[in-house]
């Protein structure tokens, strides 16, 4: 299988197709003036993508805005929307735009148009140049940050409406789009966006929302996901000043034998989060997540047979799951189970060579994985008692952004089109 053909924008315009009119009498005829449309828009399509990378967008760093939110609302103006409009929150923007091809049926879509921090000297390439190398055994490819997570999908989606109005082809359906700049710190603003009176009119009118998603392994094996897990993301921040125990300051190493280390009151607080082994969250009174249903577990095993778990653990660079459980298991578990995980530790001199100090401050950054059923204010609410009951209340919980778990059944429109996109 070509692992690029499913997620091309000749794929994305059945999908549209599909999804307003299950006959799909006229599908294959405009799918076909579609195609010679995109063939002959190709390095067009490739170069908006390589201008898109460049245009960069670090919400954590806050670095490329407010002109990368316009430069999303031009991008759907370019590709038929009739009005793109940016929206200013109490954070990043957001866009929001709409296309009303006077169709019957109405989706929603959902973009990102932030990217995640990157260090230069870690790339292959340089992240911001979009640079097409060889890359085997996949041939050309693109290099760049947000190339796969998540402009080069949403791009695709783009080309799709590109090809579909330069075929002449009527679109089948009317597209409301919504756009985030801060879905890479957790989305702590995107409830005001879709609040927004005329947004939220709009986003009422849809059978669903859809996020182009690249999501093809190395056998070409395509995973459908049916929602997402919530996410909380937080600082947890020990300091002697807070602490009432530990220095105001950094002072000489030599005191830690009379005074205390918020860094190792830090670390101490850590240890109560979970197990032993860190895999099992132990935070009193948690919420519970759903156990999952045999319907399921019955896609999971699917999946599990499917997917090659050598390709799996190459592409993650592990040698084993979690309690060396079997690839069914793992899979089971990685859809069932929340998580606290943490993401990095500072605290204190991080340089070359050492430096004799007590640091006077430390910090965790965290980020807590939802399953269904679980709200993320519960899981915030009983972390803070959590340590407030075990002698921590002093440790700071700033929590950066987060959402609740989604999930979509099977049987849904936007589910069962994309299934028919893939089998096509």
Same mark, same amino acid.
């Given at each position: ?134 890359? !085997? ?6 290099? +760049?940050?947000?190339? %796969? @997570? ?7 989606? =783009? /080309? ?51 996020? !182009? ?6 056998? +070409?094996?395509?995973? %459908? @996901? ?7 993301? =937080? /600082? ?189």
């Amino acid at each position: 299988m070509n692992r690029m053909r499913l997620f091309s924008p000749a794929a994305l315009a059945f999908t549209l197709l599909w999804t307003a009119n299950s006959q799909c009498y006229s599908a294959e005829t405009d799918l076909a003036a579609i195609k010679a449309e995109i063939t002959k828009r190709h390095d067009e399509a490739v170069k908006r993508l390589q201008d898109w990378i460049g245009q960069v967008s670090i919400a954590a760093e806050d670095r490329g805005y407010p002109e990368t939110a316009e430069y999303m609302a031009k991008l759907a103006r370019d590709a038929g929307f009739q009005q793109a409009t940016v929206i200013n929150t109490d954070g990043k923007p957001g866009v929001f735009a709409t296309l009303d091809a006077g169709a019957p049926k109405t989706v929603g879509l959902y973009f990102m148009y932030d990217v995640k921090q990157f260090d230069p000297s870690e790339w292959s390439s340089p992240p911001t140049e979009a640079r097409i190398v060889d890359k !085997p055994p996949l041939g050309k490819v693109m290099i +760049g940050r947000g190339a %796969v @997570n998540q402009k080069g999908p949403e791009a695709a989606f =783009l /080309e799709a409406l590109h090809a579909i109005r330069g075929a002449g082809k009527k679109m089948p359906v009317n597209l409301v789009l919504v756009a985030e700049g801060e879905e890479e710190i957790g989305s702590p603003h995107i409830p005001q966006l879709v609040r927004r009176p005329e947004v939220l009119a709009a986003l009422k009118k849809c059978v669903g929302v859809f996020m !182009p998603f690249a999501a093809q392994d190395l056998d +070409g094996i395509v995973t %459908v @996901n049916l929602g997402s897990k919530g996410v909380i993301e =937080l /600082e947890l921040v020990s300091s002697g000043e807070k602490w009432g125990r530990g220095p105001a300051k950094d002072i000489h190493s030599s005191l830690k034998a009379m005074v205390d280390s918020p860094a190792w009151h830090l670390v101490k607080a850590l240890n109560t989060l979970v197990s032993d082994d860190g895999n099992v969250i132990m935070i009193d009174n948690y919420p519970k997540p759903l156990p999952l249903s045999a319907e399921e577990k019955a896609m999971i095993e699917k999946v599990s047979k499917t997917r090659s778990e050598a390709l799996a653990k190459k592409q993650f660079s592990v040698q084993h799951w979690i309690n060396d459980l079997p690839w069914e298991q793992a899979n089971e578990r990685l859809e069932s189970q929340p998580t606290v995980n943490i993401e990095g530790l500072v605290g204190g001199y991080t340089g070359p060579g050492g430096k004799t100090i007590l640091p006077h401050r430390a910090v965790a950054k965290i980020d807590m994985r939802l399953a269904p059923d679980m709200k993320a204010a519960d899981a915030l609410a009983a972390l803070k008692a959590h340590l407030a009951k075990r002698g921590f209340g002093d440790i700071e919980v700033n929590m950066t952004g987060g959402y609740d778990p989604t999930a979509t059944s099977k049987d849904s429109a936007l589910i069962q089109a994309q299934l028919a996109t893939y089998k096509k």
